[in-house]
């Protein structure tokens, strides 16, 4: 079995190819490391072959391992569905950018406990880019209302979008997704003002990264491609 070293090395190496290919820059992509479900041994060892960003998706979760994380890092990512009565527990972390705002209500919630911190919190807006009513997002019509909206409080700074997609089993079938995603992404910029800033665009995962960064993204989130399976213990 290929090592964590190993992966990361791979990893790098295809995006550097796949940068090159289209004509982009070789260092303007960020890789977030998903560690959800490993133990903090794994990201340790991601971080010591040269990941500087992880992310988590379960606040629990997250406050148990951090503590016990060894090796530096530059960023924590919370990535997950975030509920209200988790809010404080997930910024005692320091999160440096949290992926999943998709609507004016958990902004607001965010926003106010963030004021009672005197902290300034980097935001992504997650959309939902398939017609699957289970997913988490906003819807993409109402992207860029939410966006401007969200960029009025004064404690939440808005850096950019994020999705997960339609899960498919083909990369093509991503296609749609992400390109939808960066025309928002690119209306957003085209209004940029001081409320907001178009920096980030966080879609790909481990069996699409490639074709996300085709289509113009500039943060991976990667599982599995790194880690290897994941092991939900029997309880998904
Ligand atoms: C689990 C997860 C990922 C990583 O998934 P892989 O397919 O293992 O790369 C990325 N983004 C989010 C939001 C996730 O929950």
Known sequence: MPTIVENVKAVQASLKEKLAQIGREADEVLVVAVTKTHPVEMIES?????????????????????????????????????????????????????HSIDSMDLAWNLNKRCEARGR???????????????????????????????????????????????????????????????????????????????RWLSMGMSGDYLTAIEEGANIVRLGSVLFGERDYGGMK
């Open 46 to 98: 991601a971080l010591r072959a040269g990941i500087k960003h992880f992310g988590e998706n379960k606040v629990q979760e997250a406050r148990r391992k951090l503590p016990f994380i060894s090796e530096p890092y530059e960023g924590f990512h919370y990535i997950g569905r975030l509920q209200t009565n988790k809010i404080n527990a997930l910024l005692e972390l320091e999160p440096v950018l949290i």
């Open 120 to 198: 300034v919190q980097d935001i992504l807006v997650q959309v939902n880019t398939t017609d699957e009513q289970s997913k988490s997002g906003c819807e993409p019509e109402e992207t860029i209302e939410l966006v401007q909206q969200i960029s009025i409080l004064p404690n939440l700074r808005v850096k950019g979008l994020m999705t997960i997609g339609l899960m498919s089993d083909t990369t093509e079938g991503m296609r749609p997704s992400f390109r939808l995603l960066k025309e928002l992404f690119d209306e957003l910029k085209a209004r940029e003002d001081a409320g907001y800033e178009m």
